[in-house]
């Protein structure tokens, strides 16, 4: 049921927020580069290691990161203990410099991210869900007010 209404959700913002600019006006976020973005999170979770580009595309995307993680992976694939810290990197990413890197404003707001994070702290325990904690802290202390 949490996880039909978060992939709804997600829907909804990517069907919203899918058109903006980036900042350096060279490429639209069009339905090509967040497919692009969904499969950079899925490599990083695979691969277990991330390129300087999918730094890059996680930096610009903030919490559209979290809309791809919930469309591409479900409840027992995020929780796995190597997929989760994997899945927790690119949310640090996503939201290491959201009021400068991050391209459409709405996506600063870690909305969805922090969904996500509480679905993730509910279904994991011990050193995972002090991870997921720790995320959610640095989130919270990067875009202040998110609450």
């Known amino acids: 049921m ?3 209404m978060f992939l709804s959700s ?3 913002f990517v069907t919203l927020f899918a058109s903006g600019q980036d900042w350096q006006h ?3 976020q069009s339905q090509g580069s967040f497919q692009q973005l969904k499969d950079a999170v899925r490599r990083v979770a695979t691969m277990h ?8 595309a996680f930096n610009r995307f903030g919490d559209m990161v979290s809309v791809a993680i919930l469309q591409d992976f479900n409840d027992v694939e995020m929780t796995a203990p190597q997929t989760l810290r ?6 640090r990413l996503a939201f290491a410099c ?7 404003p ?6 969805v991210t922090l ?7 509910n279904h994991t325990r011990g050193p995972n869900q002090l991870a997921v904690d720790d995320t959610r802290k640095f989130v919270l202390k990067q875009v202040p007010n998110a609450d």
């Not at 959201?98 to 459409?104: E, F, K, Q």
């Not at 709405?106 to 909305?111: G, I, M, S, T, V």
């Open 2 to 4: 949490r996880t039909a």
């Open 10 to 12: 997600a829907i909804l």
């Open 26 to 28: 060279c490429e639209s």
């Open 49 to 56: 290691g991330y390129s300087g580009w999918d730094e890059k």
């Open 86 to 91: 994997d899945l927790l990197v690119t949310i």
């Open 98 to 104: 959201p009021s400068t890197c991050v391209v459409v």
């Open 106 to 111: 709405d996506d600063r707001k870690p909305r």
């Open 115 to 121: 969904l996500l994070l509480g679905q993730l702290h």
